[in-house]
């Protein structure tokens, strides 16, 4: 069993639209987060999600905008996209001992 | 603002060798460091996990140690394998801030 997926796995879009990644654990993890990964492979923290308490980097653009419909699913939505907004998304979750998991990544191409 | 720097940013061995790879911080303030590696279009898998109150973790050839005093920590493979070439990544602060990795490649 996959302990964090994430779907899809390739998303090709233009510029403008919207989308949305969904992201699923099952390993009864509280906190989750969302990772950017730009072209120079420098992973950087968009949101951290923890038992309903959202902490958001200021740096993200309020176009990104992070839903927990539970406890076991942080999805992300991406309003207007840009093509900077072209990179690999990673889900991960984190257990008790602080260790963490993630998924295989979501690359997404802006044209 | 915590800042991960990762040095060297790549590193060819021969197979067999031991290696060192290093993560600087530049607040020593440091707790939960974890280390991972990344495959070629995958995602990241933990390593180890030194918590706040350690000051090493080993599993297997691999061994990372933390020096707070220094800001340092780490990450030592013993007996490099060519299965061994990823990137290696450093985070600290529950994983809120990341290295900029070390590519290894390790020749058979």
């Known amino acids: ?9 390739y998303l090709v879009t233009q510029m403008g639209n919207d989308k949305s990644i969904k992201c699923e654990q099952n390993l009864g993890h509280d906190t989750m987060y969302w990772y950017k990964q730009d072209s120079k492979k420098f992973l950087k923290i968009m949101f ?6 959202l902490i958001i980097n200021e740096t993200v653009p309020n176009r990104f905008s992070p839903k927990s419909p539970d406890k076991a699913h942080l999805n992300l939505h991406i309003n207007s996209l840009e093509l900077g907004d072209s ?25 | 603002k915590q800042e991960v720097t990762q040095i060297p940013a790549a ?17 020593s303030a440091i707790y939960n460091l974890q280390w991972f590696r990344q495959d070629p279009g995958k995602g990241l898998t933990s390593l180890l996990l030194i918590q706040s109150s350690q000051r090493e973790q080993t599993s297997g050839r691999l061994n990372a140690s933390l020096d707070k005093s220094s800001g340092r920590s780490t990450l030592y493979i013993a007996a490099s394998q060519p299965g061994d070439s990823a990137t290696y990544l450093c985070a600290d602060r529950n994983q809120f801030y990341f290295g900029t990795g070390t590519s290894l490649t390790v020749i058979p």
Request: charged share 20%; net charge negative; aromatic share 14%.
């Open chain 1, 1 to 9: 069993d996959t302990a964090v997926s994430q779907t899809p796995k």
């Open chain 1, 48 to 53: 951290s999600y923890n038992n309903k308490e």
């Open chain 1, 87 to 111: 990179a690999v998304y990673f889900c991960a979750s984190r257990g008790t001992f602080y260790e963490q998991y993630f998924g295989p990544g979501t690359r997404l191409t802006v044209t």
């Open chain 2, 11 to 27: 590193l060819s061995v021969p197979e067999g060798e031991n290696l060192v790879l290093n993560c600087s911080f530049t607040d």
